[in-house]
């Protein structure tokens, strides 16, 4: 039975998972979290750079409607805030109500336990996944806006994407018609479709070119490396960095027939335990 640490079992811890060598070359050294434009996304709802935002209008001939200069303005405005959309996502413990049920929380219920990320995103098992304190990284990167994601079908998310209203854009003008499209863009860019939903994502996301990378601050509290294929010299790298910063680091081995998982604490003492029952039997 793998015991897990009580740190993994706060709502307010978030994992993101990447290879190792990216962890402690450009993550961990510059204390930088980059963020991905979202048009290179495969996902078509988020990526969708290339939508045609279309106008209309409703009435009767003589309704006022506003002017094309104007339209033209607005337009240019929404295709530049979703040319320029980046985001960074992260994996959260699973929030359904069963699996808090049970008295010995399962392995599902955790969000480094995802086995498609660690095969994704964590270089097929031999990467890392770090831990982070949610509200820290937030209050890190308060200009850039955050939240959970929200799963939905395809049919639901085009009705979201609205076209240009003529008519309400001449009744409130552009400056406050933007405002109003801006909150449905963000609204929209926290969407993902059903099929994702185990993935129980948070998500950073920016409109602006300079925000390519999140501030980690001290916000990471643990790192969590996978030992297969591990090198002496990286496993050396976090044990030093991981000391350095009073962070936590635990180790994870995958077989057939689970997982175990160790913190560096508990496997030091082991092998003092084993050194000491070695030294006993000579």
């Known amino acids: 039975m793998n015991r897990i640490d009580d740190i993994f079992n706060s709502d307010e811890i978030i994992y993101h998972y990447t290879k190792t ?41 003589d309704t006022p409607v506003a002017n094309a200069e ?50 994704q995103y964590g270089d097929k098992y031999k990467g890392v996944c770090l831990v982070f304190d949610k509200s820290e990284l937030k209050s890190n990167n308060q200009h850039i806006f955050s939240k ?28 406050e018609y933007c405002n109003q499209y ?23 996301l920016s409109f602006s070119n300079e925000d390519n990378y999140l501030n980690i601050g001290n916000s990471l509290k643990a790192i969590v490396v996978s030992r297969k294929e591990l090198s002496e010299f990286a496993n050396k ?17 995958w077989d057939y027939d689970g997982f175990r998982l160790i913190s560096k604490k508990d496997f030091d003492n082991q092998v003092k335990e084993l050194a000491k029952l070695t030294t006993e039997t000579e």
């Open 21 to 61: 060598q990216t962890a402690y070359e450009y993550i961990l050294h510059t204390k930088k979290l980059k963020l991905s434009e979202r048009k290179t996304s495969n996902d078509p709802i988020e990526n969708i750079q290339n939508r045609v935002i279309a106008l209309s209008s409703y009435g009767y001939e």
């Open 70 to 119: 104007d339209a033209d303005y607005v337009k240019k405005f929404i295709l530049n805030k979703i040319k320029n959309s980046r985001q960074l996502c992260f994996c959260k413990n699973n929030d359904n109500p069963e699996l808090k049920k049970h008295l010995i929380l399962p392995s599902e219920y955790y969000g480094f336990l995802k086995p498609r990320m660690w095969d």
């Open 148 to 175: 959970d994601v929200k799963y939905i079908n395809y049919e639901e998310f085009f009705r979201k994407i609205t076209n240009i209203d003529l008519n309400q854009l001449y009744a409130i003008g552009v400056d």
């Open 182 to 204: 801006l909150k449905r863009i963000i609204n929209f860019s926290f969407l993902k479709h059903k099929d994702y939903s185990g993935e129980n994502e948070f998500r950073f």
């Open 237 to 253: 790298w976090f044990i030093k960095y991981t000391r350095d910063n009073n962070i936590q680091l635990f180790y994870i081995d």
